[in-house]
């Protein structure tokens, strides 16, 4: 239980209790072999004074045996009675009878032994007898008998008084130089645990002990303080790591999150696709029908002609829009700046959006300013835009409802505001109506709300146009506004009057048709031919070189994607014909990328249309309306 409990000490005071331990044991050690010295001198200087004392008393009692005068011997006993340790005592003949005894108390009878006994002294109790003979000329006449008190067990008892006494001092002593000498180590000592207490407590690996000197104790401290700086080191480290960690999951929370919303986003973008596709290909269906059931109605067929135009522009806008927003994702929406006025750009986005807002009742007022206002820009474009939410408008106001375009001029930018009465906006929906395939109404009971991709374009067209886009409602039910501010530029130079150009001269031509759709080359071909024009189709592109080589065409065009040769080894093929060095060659292809088109005219071609190709642009093409530069036509 002791070694216990100084285990579980201070390590000061199982210091001290060390030191005063070590100090007793050796003191005790040494104590014990003093009280043992110190028994045996007093025992051998006892014996030695007693046999003195018994010598005098042999040699002043030797007269006295040889005269028989027992008187004088007991005389020279009596002379004992100056030590009162001696007790008793006796002188015996030759013949070891009694020749005179002696007492120090006449109260006490001694003892005394019948014979003298061995010569020396003897240790019995706490008595000692010493044994002398008496001589007289060499030759032992008797014998003298001395009994005296032995003290030894005092002794002791006082000699180990002194020395306890000697040993609490010394270990007292010994505790006060240990504790003063204990604090060289134990100061560092608890330094540490005092540090070690706080940096548990706090988790403040900043914390040092101080120098301790040298020596193994300040190599101790010093392990301790590049041990916290490592542990410091590595804790910080570890949060870093773990808030690293954080983040990392946080990006890959959000990033799986806006999968998860892309990949609805395309779930809904597929689904409106499909319905967007149907809507026009329906009316288109049903024209044909009525122009198979009534061929002689010629009302009838114009009716139904005109549907099928509708529809089939619908279409092509719809995939004009899916081109547009494959370059937005890929960073090659471009635009041509020019000098624009406001008005012809306003007056084409009108344009083309009145039938619909016609058909849908609404009342369109348009407000700009009287003066003429410039614009650096695209026409095209711009009136894209506007077309956009004109159209937006209009499909989510109820019928009979209001639509007011407005532009005002102010601070060097231009201000056009779309609004409505419509459906408005839901406030949740502000902050994402310009992101690609969102749209503010996707209920079933919606008439038409397309692919959910034309504000993104526009705002996309905005911003290549210097300028931003914004959206406001006050809520659902009441109606919505998108505000675009555009820079304004200066008025152009006046241009010199240009002269008109010749009317040309029509000419029929040789035209091969290359292309795996039959549908569509066969249509292209039999209305070529019902202009007066020689037409060659060919399927895939081994017989169109074949055709070409017999046939010699002026102009040739070639699907990109023909089975066995496709386009842009045929048109490096025929570039190698001396014959169609000088022909037109037209790739009709559904690719319309920038690097679709100069892989085109890498090959050899003169012009790149995209799928699909109006009849007019036939035309004009055949007509040798051919753009100088390398640019999509639609």
């Not at 696709?273 to 109605?297: F, K, S, V, W, Y």
């Not at 016609?358 to 009342?363: A, K, R, S, V, Y």
């Not at 065409?553 to 570039?575: C, H, S, T, V, W």
Request: charged share 20%; net charge neutral.
């Amino acid at each position: 239980m002791m070694l216990n409990r100084v285990n579980a000490g201070s390590v000061r005071a199982r210091l001290i209790l060390m030191a005063l331990a070590t100090t007793f044991v050796a003191l005790l050690v040494a104590a014990g072999c003093m009280l043992l010295y110190d028994a045996r001198s007093f025992q051998q200087t006892w014996a030695s004074d007693l046999t003195a004392q018994a010598e005098i008393v042999a040699m002043a009692s030797a007269p006295a045996l040889n005269f028989n005068d027992p008187a004088a011997a007991r005389q020279n006993l009596a002379l004992l009675r100056v030590r009162p340790a001696i007790h008793a005592g006796a002188i015996y003949a030759a013949r070891d009878a009694m020749f005179a005894a002696y007492a120090q108390s006449a109260q006490e009878t001694p003892v005394f032994p019948a014979r003298p006994g061995p010569v020396g002294y003897h240790v019995e109790g706490g008595q000692m007898t010493v044994c002398q003979p008496i001589l007289d000329n060499g030759e032992v006449i008797g014998h003298v008998y001395l009994s005296a008190q032995y003290p030894l067990l005092e002794r002791i008892g006082r000699y180990g008084a002194i020395l306890g006494g000697v040993m609490l001092g010394s270990l007292l002593l010994a505790a006060l130089v240990a504790s003063r000498l204990q604090e060289g180590i134990t100061r560092p000592l608890a330094a540490v645990t005092g540090v070690a207490r706080e940096v548990r407590q706090r988790r403040d690996f900043s914390l040092r002990v101080p120098q301790a000197g040298s020596g193994e104790i300040a190599t101790l401290v010093d392990a301790f303080n590049d041990m916290l700086a490592e542990v410091g080191r590595r804790s910080h480290a570890l949060q870093e790591a773990n808030r690293t960690l954080e983040h990392e999951m946080a990006v890959r929370q959000s990033a799986e999150h806006a999968l998860l919303q892309a990949d609805r986003r395309k779930d809904e973008f597929l689904a409106t696709l499909a319905h967007e596709l149907r809507n026009p290909l329906a009316p288109i269906r049903t024209g044909l029908d009525i122009m198979r059931i009534n061929a002689a109605d010629g009302k009838s067929i114009d009716k139904a002609r005109a549907i099928m135009e509708r529809q089939l522009k619908q279409m092509v806008r719809l995939v004009d829009d899916l081109l547009d927003v494959s370059r937005i994702n890929t960073g090659k929406l471009a635009i041509s700046k020019e000098g624009l006025d406001l008005q012809s750009v306003v007056g084409d986005a009108v344009e083309s959006a009145r039938p619909f807002i016609e058909g849908q009742n609404h009342e369109l007022t348009v407000s700009l300013p009287p003066q003429p206002v410039w614009l650096l820009g695209d026409a095209t474009r711009l009136a894209q835009v506007l077309s956009n939410l004109l159209n937006n408008a209009a499909k989510y106001t109820v019928r009979g409802g209001r639509i007011a375009l407005e532009g005002t001029v102010g601070g060097g930018q231009l201000k056009l505001s779309v609004r409505d009465n419509g459906i408005g906006i839901a406030p949740q929906m502000l902050s994402h109506i310009f992101e690609m395939f969102t749209q503010a109404d996707s209920s079933l009971e919606r008439s038409s709300a397309g692919l959910g991709v034309g504000l993104s374009l526009a705002r996309r067209l905005v911003e290549l146009h210097g300028g931003t886009i914004q959206a406001f409602s006050k809520g659902l039910g009441q109606g919505s506004e998108f505000v675009i501010l555009l820079p304004l530029a200066g008025a152009p130079a006046a241009e010199a009057p240009r002269t008109a150009a010749p009317p040309r001269t029509r000419r029929l031509l040789r035209v091969l048709l290359a292309d795996d759709n039959t549908d569509f080359v066969n249509g292209i071909g039999t209305l070529l031919r019902s202009m007066g024009h020689t037409v060659h189709i060919s399927h895939d592109g081994v017989q169109a070189l074949a055709a070409a080589e017999a046939f010699a065409p002026d102009i040739a065009f070639l699907d990109i994607g023909l089975p066995q040769l496709n386009g842009y080894d045929l048109a490096r093929a025929l570039r190698r014909l001396p014959a169609l060095r000088k022909a037109l060659l037209v790739a009709v292809t559904g690719w319309g990328q920038q690097k679709d088109r100069q892989q085109a005219f890498d090959a050899g071609f003169d012009l790149h249309v995209v799928k699909p190709i109006s009849f007019e642009r036939i035309q004009a093409i055949l007509a040798g309306e051919r753009q100088e530069q390398a640019l999509t036509q639609h």
